[in-house]
């Protein structure tokens, strides 16, 4: 089960890369808060996959950690797009408005019971 947070990071990692590839240097903050959660979630799901644990300084962070912040990462993602759709004036519905906002909160809260060890959701034990 969790050798498929690689692939998950991976697939973040790229389309992160083809944003950036693709739509050139951000030149909004949001842009760069979007495609920067973007590649950091990829990044600590990508490493959660693959190790039990990371030394941060003296302290130890457990894979269940990393990737509680990962998910906590695409909801800020989430929620940064939709967001800034409405603040633009965009094009987006209020359908879209509240399936963005609902779907940030769902991330957050699946990462916060991931930092938390699993209290609501049973963590996969097996490789």
Do not use: C, K
């Amino acid at each position: 089960m969790r050798r498929l947070l690689v692939l998950l990071g991976v697939g973040l990692l790229a389309f992160a890369a083809l944003l950036s590839t693709v739509t050139g240097v951000p030149s909004h903050p949001t842009t760069w808060l979007w495609i920067g959660s973007l590649t950091l979630a990829g990044t600590l799901l990508f490493v959660a996959g693959l190790r039990d644990s990371l030394a941060v300084g003296s302290a130890t962070v457990r894979w269940n950690v990393l990737v509680g912040v990962g998910q906590l990462l695409l909801a800020l993602s989430t929620f940064v797009t939709t967001v800034d759709d409405v603040l633009i004036g965009g094009s987006i519905s209020p359908v879209g408005i509240v399936a963005g906002v609902v779907g940030a909160a769902i991330l957050a809260f699946f990462g916060v019971d991931y930092v938390r060890g699993g209290v609501y959701m049973r963590l996969p034990t097996a490789e």
